[in-house]
């Protein structure tokens, strides 16, 4: 007997089945006897009850931001299974393409489940709204879908870019450029976004030309910017911020090609701090992202959605951090 299974013959919410069974408040006496009754009748044991499930549903469009990024997705499943084996979930995982998504969703049949965890960087508005109305708790991870009403955690895109600028411009760096990706993810159009407005607010030397595009992997970003450096090596910023890690270290193997020394001839910032920034040549000064704490979040959010009838929906943030190493000048 499962929380799933008495919910159906009380016919109430599962979330009024835990409370009940967890003696807590949020339920009537008269419900909360009516499922005690039926969970000693059917043998329902909450200590061995190991049938609490999640999906976890990671959705794949170009998968340059989730597959060719690091070990983000890896350290945030890790952090994701963790939390969840600590809280006794059994954590289901989904790779669904973009293109399948609908009929993939269809196919699942979210009974089974007493909650769902989605993987939001690829995805946009219109992806979210086919989970919205499950009759299960749903929270997004790493896109804020801000025009949804729908719980999501995600990294402070803004505070992290305000940080790596702020740094610059402490560095004695006024002529700061931004390396972008060609494909547009939410996490990516904020970012560029921060930059935009911190540049403005400090009255700095902000220019159209400034900004780069660049295919968001290692080599569609090192053969952008060498192309690009081909046309316009000697008009260049001072320094750079690249929209993640990945980007920067491809654009940091172009700037050696043609030449340029890191930090003596130009500086950058990456964001993420994957592993293989502390190994260049002259490490790499980033924003780091704590993806295990992001996927912590997520499930106890989703646990208290869970084990609670509220209809509240936050939007949480968990805060970046400048990691400075060797690859910004002074000036």
Request: with cysteine.
């Amino acid at each position: 007997m499962t929380i799933k299974e008495i919910s159906k013959l009380a016919k109430v919410s599962q979330a009024a089945v835990s409370l009940a069974l967890n003696n807590k408040p949020g339920v009537s006496e008269e419900t909360r006897n009516l499922i005690l009754s039926i969970a000693e009748k059917y043998g329902y044991n909450k200590k061995n009850n190991n049938n609490k499930r999640i999906i976890f549903i990671k959705y794949l469009s170009s998968g340059l931001a989730v597959e060719k990024n690091g070990d983000f997705i890896t350290r945030l499943i890790d952090s994701l299974e963790q939390t969840a084996s600590n809280l006794g979930y059994n954590l289901t995982i989904k790779n669904i393409l973009a293109v399948n998504f609908l009929q993939e969703i269809k196919n699942i049949n979210f009974s089974d489940y007493d909650g769902v965890i989605f993987l939001g960087t690829e995805a946009d508005e219109k992806n979210i709204e086919s989970l919205i109305d499950i009759n299960i708790p749903v929270v997004a991870v790493d896109n804020m879908f801000e025009n949804k009403y729908i719980d999501s955690v995600v990294m402070d895109n803004w505070g992290g870019i305000r940080q790596g600028i702020n740094y610059l411009f402490s560095m004695g760096h006024k002529n700061i450029g931004y390396i972008d990706s060609k494909i547009k993810f939410s996490n990516f159009e904020h970012r560029l976004d921060a930059y935009i407005h911190e540049m403005n607010k400090h009255k700095l030397n902000f220019k159209e030309e400034n900004v780069l595009k660049v295919t968001p992997n290692l080599e569609g970003s090192y053969m952008d910017i060498l192309n690009y450096l081909k046309k316009n090596k000697d008009n260049l910023p001072s320094a750079f911020i690249a929209a993640n890690d990945t980007i920067a270290i491809g654009t940091v193997k172009a700037f050696k090609e043609v030449g340029l020394q890191i930090p003596k001839d130009i500086s950058i910032i990456g964001f993420d701090d994957i592993p293989f920034c502390s190994m260049l040549d002259k490490p790499l000064t980033t924003i780091k992202v704590f993806k295990e704490k992001m996927g912590e979040m997520a499930v106890k959010l989703l646990d208290e959605r869970i084990n609670s009838m509220s209809d509240e929906k936050i939007k949480m943030l968990s805060m970046t951090k400048l990691v400075e190493r060797e690859s910004v000048l002074k000036l």
